[in-house]
Nanobody, 124 residues
Framework: QVQLVESGGGLVQVGGSLRLSCAAS????????MAWFRQAPGKELEFVGG????????SYADSVKGRFAVSRDRAKSSLSLSVNSLRPEDTAVFYC?????????????????WGQGTQVTVSS
């Protein structure tokens, strides 16, 4: 059973940075893709960025390109999201997700496994 556990959220000021982590277990992830989604208060869950586990190829939502970066550590089975130049509109619960297919999707319904989420709050 795949398990995903996020950590690293918190309260940060506008313009600040955070690094979110997701510890993955329960599978060999070579044929997986993993992603980060977020859900702001009163809004739909949205794709942020994802990575193909085998070669590290990444894909991002236009709204975060240049500010957010997804990476993975294959040896540790961990996924990370570096978030920089944070804005108040980045306030959200961030979720780690995994799919047993070797291509990143921007669609939530294509991910089979989800973490519990970690809160990021950006204060002005």
């Amino acid at each position: 059973q795949v398990q995903l556990v996020e950590s690293g959220g918190g309260l940060v000021q506008v313009g600040g940075s955070l690094r979110l982590s997701c510890a993955a277990s329960g599978a060999t992830f070579d044929n997986y893709a993993m992603a980060w989604f977020r859900q702001a208060p009163g809004k739909e869950l949205e794709f942020v960025g994802g990575i193909r586990w085998t070669d590290g190829r990444t894909s991002y939502a236009d709204s975060v390109k240049g500010r957010f970066a997804v990476s993975r550590d294959r040896a540790k089975s961990s996924l990370s999201l570096s978030v920089n130049s944070l804005r108040p509109e980045d306030t959200a619960v961030f979720y780690c997700a995994a799919r047993s297919y070797n291509r990143v999707s921007h669609l939530r319904e294509e991910y089979e496994y989800w973490g519990q989420g970690t809160q990021v709050t950006v204060s002005s």
